[in-house]
């Protein structure tokens, strides 16, 4: 579905990627992880078309992405950045009816059966609530969700989130990290998400990406990363391992002398 092929890409002469090399296949759901400043969101926003590579090429469904016309690639990729613009005074069922947008004709207005698949998206993100609030009543946390929503409207092939858990407390952070699994395996979506939360990270997800200084430092499989000494070698500190749930969750050390 998703190929990276040697791409990079700099701001003025700072390096931010450096020839990533990456295969995505449909059906998955991919964590992107590593420090600030590894690359992460710069890898999302080239995929999504907000940069181009100043070297290499992204494909998706085997095509180049120079190769889509905006609107044929807005209907199968959907992209929710780390900041989305809420200084609109906009109602939340507007905000989510609004990924309809590349489905609509030009100079047409959502209809019925658009608002009607925006209630189901925000219901899916546990927001149905705030269908009449508007976007400078809520919380940041809530004002995630109603993005997130927005890009489930528009029913994308491929989704990619940049730290969609950021600004959620506890309970929606769990919640959010299973509705990403639920929705790659109920729609066969793929779903690439950066976090820096790496026991949420990898909780529900097929692999993640490790960034480092541009570059892929690590592809592995969930499991595969939650382990002391992987951590120690690619995030440089101390944690111990335990078994929950069926999953693997990370206790960072406090550090100083037990």
């Not at 699994?181 to 066969?188: C, I, L, N, Q, S």
């Not at 002391?228 to 999953?247: T, W, Y």
């Given at each position: ?17 450096r020839a990533i090399d990456l295969t995505v296949d449909a059906g998955q759901l991919v964590a992107v992880t590593g420090p600030n400043g590894s690359g992460k969101s710069t890898l999302l926003k080239l995929i999504a078309r907000v940069i181009a590579p100043s070297a290499g090429e992204v494909r998706f469904e085997e095509r180049a992405l120079a190769s889509w016309a905006p609107r044929e690639y807005a209907r199968r990729v959907g992209y929710l950045p780390q900041e ?175």
């Amino acid at each position: 579905m998703l190929e990276v092929r040697g791409a990079s890409y700099q701001y003025g002469e700072q390096p931010a990627l450096r020839a990533i090399d990456l295969t995505v296949d449909a059906g998955q759901l991919v964590a992107v992880t590593g420090p600030n400043g590894s690359g992460k969101s710069t890898l999302l926003k080239l995929i999504a078309r907000v940069i181009a590579p100043s070297a290499g090429e992204v494909r998706f469904e085997e095509r180049a992405l120079a190769s889509w016309a905006p609107r044929e690639y807005a209907r199968r990729v959907g992209y929710l950045p780390q900041e989305p613009e809420s200084a609109f005074p906009m109602r939340a069922l507007d905000v989510v009816a609004s990924g309809r947008a590349p489905f609509l004709h030009r100079f047409a207005w959502e209809d019925d059966a658009d608002f009607a698949i925006a209630r189901e998206a925000l219901t899916t993100c546990d927001a149905a609530h705030l269908e009449g609030r508007y976007l400078d009543e809520m919380s940041g946390g809530e004002r995630k969700r109603v993005f997130l929503a927005r890009v489930l409207a528009g029913k994308p092939k491929l989704i990619l989130l940049d730290e969609p858990l950021a600004a959620l407390d506890i309970a929606h952070v769990q919640q959010f990290s299973r509705l990403m699994r639920e929705v790659v395996d109920a729609t066969g979506a793929t779903i690439l998400f950066a976090s820096h939360d790496l026991n949420w990270a990898s909780a529900f997800s097929d692999r993640v990406l490790v960034m480092r200084d541009g570059a892929l430092a690590a592809d592995l499989p969930s499991a595969d990363l939650m382990r002391a000494e992987v951590i120690r070698e690619l995030f440089g500190f101390d944690a111990a391992v335990v078994e929950s749930g069926g999953r693997r969750w990370l206790v960072p050390g406090v550090g100083g002398d037990e």
